[in-house]
């Protein structure tokens, strides 16, 4: 008699539900890398090909500082991970991929994983015949508000450089301002166009080498509002951006002196690594805060979104994995009363804004979108990149994310030499002790 009965009949286990039909008509036949830098940044795209005559999907995997270990994730071993499945079944393969690597999280996974994630939901868009934001249910607003930046040299210029942004259409406007001597953040020219001749760069490549302290830069970001507030009035949306670089107890003591000035929202005050302090910001100022940009793992904004710890949700949408965690991020952050606000530079890639442009429509809880100037050259190569006009970013209305690439005209623009090959640069006291960026 057999163990399990009295039938004389084995029980057979059913084989596991697997989502790849072998008698699925549509199935992932490639998944490409394209590297470009039609303006010096380095992009990273994913293309999605599928047995369907000219069905692909394209994705933003750019993590400029460490381009190549992505390429080499996704080409390596998501490829043969995912050729041969059904495209359609999004949130199985985003899940099967994150835990194919076993120890999974961080920005080479979680960028290879966007690439991916992004194109999928582009072919899905495609073929349903809209564009994604209809998938997630529908249009909220028209646009989505953008903020644009202005860093100037000193108080003037900084007021020229607003007023010039202004005067342009926008509302929302993140200033940054040098300190004297110092390797200040965010300190590098205008944004709406760069100047005749030079090529746009991103904030972090010019930097210059010197050295930084924290103490001026406090002393001197309240007067910085101080001017701004009594020449340009109230009316336009103030931002700034700490960027992690100051001690905690005094960035609590910069909040709180920047309290009068109204801002939209400050950024960064504190790293990830010190992200408890908020805790004890919360309890001493009701500025808005806004954090999240080097955030790659759930365990990092889960905890600060359920404790109410910030107001602007600023994960960078490629550095969680795309669009599938992003959605879900989206309406966590919704049932606590937090605000979208997903990181927009330069090394997001045009891919990357059209993709984060369906979010900023169709969730309730959209907060503000940062973008910069995306110059002609880098549109000419993504063709559909979204349009920002009157203050906003505009979808085009075509199917999947909007977007395209000329591979040919991508070829023409290689990653360029770079110093440390793309390493965000040192930042040191003055003593030389390095200090987070
Ligand atoms: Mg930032």
């Known amino acids: 008699m057999s163990a399990s009965g009295t039938t004389g009949v084995e029980p057979v286990m059913a084989a596991p539900w697997a989502p790849t039909d072998p008698s699925s008509a549509l199935k992932i036949t490639n998944v490409r890398t394209i590297c470009t830098a039609p303006d010096g940044v380095r992009l990273v795209v994913v293309k999605v090909e599928t047995n369907e005559p000219g069905l692909y999907g394209l994705g933003c995997a750019t993590f400029t500082q460490r381009p190549m270990t992505v390429v080499s994730a996704i080409e390596e ?30 920005p080479v996974l979680n960028n290879a994983l966007s690439g991916v994630d992004m194109a999928l939901w582009d072919i899905k868009g495609k073929r349903a015949g809209v564009p994604v934001y209809q998938l997630f249910g529908g249009r909220t607003r028209k646009a989505a508000d953008v903020y644009v930046h202005a860093n100037g040299r000193d108080v003037h210029d900084l007021e020229d450089r607003v007023r010039e942004v202004t005067e342009a259409g926008f509302r ?61 009035g109230e009316e336009v949306e103030l931002l700034h951006d700490v960027h992690e670089r100051v001690p905690p107890m005094m960035a609590i003591q910069l909040a709180k002196d920047l309290e009068p000035y109204k801002l939209f929202f400050l950024e ?79 090394d997001t890639s045009p891919v990357g804004h059209a993709a984060q442009l369906q979010l900023d429509l169709s969730v309730s809880n959209f907060g503000i ?69």
């Open 172 to 232: 929302h406007v993140r200033v940054q301002m040098e300190v004297p001597g110092m390797a200040t953040y965010g300190a590098y020219g205008s944004q709406i166009a760069p100047p005749p001749g030079q090529p746009v760069q991103s904030g972090r490549l010019a930097i210059e080498q010197k050295a930084w302290e924290p103490r001026p830069y406090c002393r001197q970001t309240p007067a910085m509002f101080e001017h701004l507030r009594s020449t340009l």
């Open 77 to 106: 071993y998501l490829k043969p991970f995912l050729v041969g499945r059904d495209p359609n079944d999004i949130e199985d393969i985003w899940q099967a991929s994150h835990l194919s690597s076993y120890w999974r999280s961080g």
């Open 268 to 346: 960064d005050l504190f790293s990830p690594e010190d992200v408890d302090y908020l805790r004890i910001l919360r309890a001493q100022s009701s500025i808005p805060v806004a954090i999240g940009e080097l955030f790659v793992n759930q365990h990092e904004y889960v905890p600060l979104v359920r404790d109410r710890l910030l107001d602007f949700m600023r994960v960078h949408v490629s550095d969680i994995g795309g669009l599938t965690p992003a959605r879900k991020l989206a309406t966590l952050c919704e049932f606590f009363g937090v605000r979208t606000a997903w990181h927009g530079p330069n």
């Open 369 to 437: 979108q940062e973008v910069m100037h995306i110059p002609d050259r880098t549109r000419e190569v993504f063709p559909g990149t979204p349009e920002v006009r009157d203050g906003a970013m505009w979808s085009n209305e075509a199917p999947g994310l909007g977007i395209d690439i000329d591979e040919e005209l991508a070829a023409k623009y290689p990653f360029p030499e770079h110093p440390f090959n793309g390493a965000w640069p040192e930042i040191r006291r003055t003593d030389g002790t390095v200090i987070r960026p």
